[in-house]
């Protein structure tokens, strides 16, 4: 229940639930982020209506329509004053880079994007992945994360299929991919802004200008993101002291890895794997139990087993 209320941190990789806002039940106020995350939303009402703010006017959300925050975007939704309830499924993400031309939809509210219901097959189908995403992403090994994040690139390719928006030509360009491969790829070695625009045939200030364009961030600030990722998921499943895995992701400096690595998940390394890393090191993970929300037919609901 943590991430439904405020003052979580989302500071992982991928986070993913479900919100069953009930009229007046404990879920029942709104969320307000002015300044949005630093990572992305992609939200799925499975039931009621809520009620969103793009940042200058209020617009609807029913069944089956689905919304995306971009990072830096306002969050500012509650349940629809009318509506008895909203449920609904959200996962919260750092996209891999080949994302970049699924994440733009055809229907823009200010810095949102939004899409318009779905059919009821389809809708089934939506629910049934979010709901596998959510119940992969509580194990804390790396390949039940691999496994979230595979189904979570089919809900990005389904809902870009259904919306057929071919991506404004000045947002996507295949040497930005080429940029962030290339970085991935060396992490673990020092990297100049130089040496990866020499590698895609880009003149620094163009690649620096395509990476704040498109992704929001600098070069070096999503190098580092991409470090600590790493690092997370290392910290999760090797037994490498602290030291050794901070310079496995580019750090020389322990120390400073250790200041970066707060500065972005609240707490220290050492820290993170003892919080996150006691069901992994007892082999306690499970297969997911998918509970689904949407309806299969028309007017039908199964609803998920709440547990206290």
Known sequence: MAPLFPGYRF???????????????????????????RGWIVNLTVRGAGEVFDGTSHFRVETGDLVLFPPGAIHDYNRAADADAWWHRWIYFQPRASWTTWLSW????????????????????????FAEVAAWSVNNDLLSMELAMNDLERIILLIARNDRAEAPANRFDERLLMACKFITDNLHRP???????????LSPSRLAHLFTQTLGRSILKWREEQMIQFACQLLLVSPSPVKQI???????????FSRVFRRYTGCSP?????????????????????RTVAPIAEGTYSRPRTTS
Not at 112 to 119: H, N, P, T, V, W
Request: glycine residues 10%; charged residues 35%; aromatic residues 6%.
């Open 11 to 37: 500071d992982t990789r991928l986070v993913a639930g479900i919100t069953p806002i009930e009229r007046d039940g404990p879920l029942d106020f709104p969320i307000v982020r002015d300044d949005g995350m």
């Open 270 to 290: 050492r820290a993170f794997r003892g919080e996150h890393g006691r069901r992994h090191e007892r082999g306690e993970w499970t297969v997911p139990a998918v």
């Open 246 to 256: 901070a310079a496995q992701v580019g750090f020389e400096d322990p120390l400073y």
């Open 191 to 201: 990297l100049s802004v130089a040496e990866i625009a020499q590698k895609v045939c």
């Open 106 to 129: 055809k229907e823009v509210r200010g810095p949102l994007f939004l899409q318009r219901g779905s059919e009821p097959r389809r809708l089934a189908e939506l629910d049934r992945l």
